[in-house]
């Protein structure tokens, strides 16, 4: 596979976008092969946007001759990452292929629970509020750039991660289907 061109970042909220961008950036993106499409901001559901706009998004990448990249970020939230996944999937006709650069990127409730993990807290995924409360300004922040940079040089290097969030592994395996294209 070529190089990506391009790369969409899919997302809910600011949180997630920067954490998205950092992360590819520290992988040696370039800030402008990204482009994040406006998400509500506080003036909507950021969740109803990734939803709604999923479809268009995904039809435009297969239309595209340039190789591109389609990172949707939506928080799992009282669902499972398997079922959120499949709700995405469903949105997109026909279906992502196993070949397909699209890439689901699903925290359980919140971003926030993967930068608590990565400063180094033991992590409970069903807990909804905690990490929010304890992370939900630093997540909007270069603040949290040295907690995505541990995650990013990990991943670059195959360095296995220690009891990680189950929704984080899901995560990792999903990154395998866009590594080679970054």
Same mark, same amino acid.
């Given at each position: 596979m070529?190089? &990506?061109?391009?790369i969409i970042i899919l997302c809910e909220d600011?949180?997630?976008e920067i954490f998205v961008k950092h992360f590819l950036k520290k992988?040696?993106?370039?800030?402008?092969?990204?482009?994040? @499409?406006?998400?509500?901001?506080?003036?909507g559901s950021g969740k109803k946007h990734v939803e709604d706009?999923?479809?268009?998004?995904?039809? &435009?990448?297969?239309?595209?001759? &340039?190789?591109?990249?389609?990172l949707v970020i939506?928080? &799992?939230?009282?669902?499972?990452?398997?079922?959120?996944?499949?709700?995405?999937?469903?949105?997109?006709?026909?279906?992502?292929?196993?070949?397909e650069r699209i890439a689901y990127i699903i925290p359980k409730w919140h971003i926030q629970a993967w930068i608590a993990y990565l400063d180094r807290n033991n992590v409970n995924e069903a807990d909804k509020d905690t990490y929010k409360n304890m992370y939900g300004k630093l997540s909007e922040s270069k603040d949290a750039h040295p907690f995505i940079d541990r995650l990013a040089d990990n991943c670059r290097q195959n360095?296995?991660?220690?009891?990680? @969030?189950?929704?984080?592994?899901?995560?990792?395996?999903?990154?395998?289907?866009?590594r080679s294209s970054l």
């Open positions: 070529s190089k &990506a061109s391009q600011k949180a997630h992988w040696g993106v370039k800030p402008r092969a990204i482009r994040v @499409p406006p998400y509500p901001n506080g003036k706009s999923i479809s268009v998004e995904a039809e &435009a990448l297969r239309r595209r001759h &340039a190789s591109t990249i389609l939506q928080d &799992a939230d009282e669902l499972s990452v398997d079922q959120i996944k499949s709700r995405l999937d469903a949105k997109i006709l026909p279906p992502r292929d196993d070949n360095i296995q991660l220690k009891s990680p @969030p189950d929704s984080l592994v899901a995560a990792c395996k999903e990154f395998d289907r866009i």
